[in-house]
């Protein structure tokens, strides 16, 4: 055992001698982290032989081009402004050209657009009508149809124009006066249809002379006034002007 117990204790110096004291530790030696990076590691680290070197010849001027360009600003205005002046009206010839058909385009465009919404002549054709009055005698009413509606063109007489007229406004239920629904107080013209439910009154039928509606009773006036009946409103009047003394215009 003697042996055995020599050989420890050489172990043991030697162990205390190799160990460096604390806070000696060179610079360069591994931290904790650094030891637990290579024991991660998969690969083993390339070897200087296998790793790329720079070329150490020397630089032409076509690889100092590629990175640098050795004209200054004033110099390259000078160039493209000054230098080639035809040049530069071709430029601005095209680059005006191309603005000037984009515009037209877009002009030509919205044209179409706006275009589309306007109604077609077919109904154009229909939103007017010319009506001849000549033969119209005074005391008589004609119905023409005028955008899908009835319309009474009336020639009235003095007596109709003058009951029309003597009418208290106060008394009315829709007031208007009879000049203010007619252009010629020898003539009015209004819709044919009632302002209750929208049925067709009869002419120079009902209490005042005027129209009668056989649906539900109202009553007009000689001037299209509700005087009578369930009707909230006077019958309308469309719009007309007089082309000549015997013929008016709708719409």
Not at 76 to 85: I, K, M, S, Y
Not at 164 to 180: I, K, T, Y
Request: some cysteine; overall charge neutral; proline content about 8%.
């Amino acid at each position: 055992s003697l042996p055995f117990l020599r050989r420890a204790m050489m172990l043991t110096s030697l162990r205390g001698a190799i160990r460096p004291a604390a806070g000696a530790l060179p610079r360069n030696s591994l931290a904790p982290t650094a030891v637990l990076a290579r024991s991660l590691r998969v690969n083993s680290p390339a070897l200087a032989s296998e790793v790329a070197k720079p070329s150490s010849g020397p630089i032409t001027p076509e690889v100092v081009h590629k990175y640098f360009d050795g004209e200054s600003l004033m110099e390259h205005q000078a160039r493209t402004r000054h230098a080639d002046p035809g040049n530069r009206s071709f430029h601005y010839a095209m680059i005006g050209g191309a603005r000037l058909i984009g515009a037209s385009a877009w002009r030509l465009a919205l044209i179409k657009f706006l275009a589309q919404m306007n109604p077609s002549a077919e109904v154009m054709a229909l939103s007017q009508l010319e009506v001849d009055i000549s033969k119209l005698n005074p005391g008589d009413c004609m119905t023409v149809k005028w955008r899908g509606k009835p319309v009474f063109i009336k020639s009235r007489t003095e007596a109709d124009i003058e009951e029309a007229a003597a009418v208290n406004l106060g008394e009315l239920r829709d007031p208007e006066s009879d000049a203010d629904r007619v252009t010629k107080p020898e003539t009015l013209v209004v819709l044919g249809v009632c302002t209750h439910l929208g049925c067709v009154p009869i002419a120079n039928a009902g209490d005042y002379h005027g129209w009668f509606c056989p649906c539900h009773g109202s009553h007009y006036d000689t001037s299209g006034r509700i005087r009578k009946g369930p009707a909230p409103l006077n019958l309308e009047v469309p719009p007309y002007q007089f082309l000549e003394d015997d013929k008016v215009l709708l719409g």
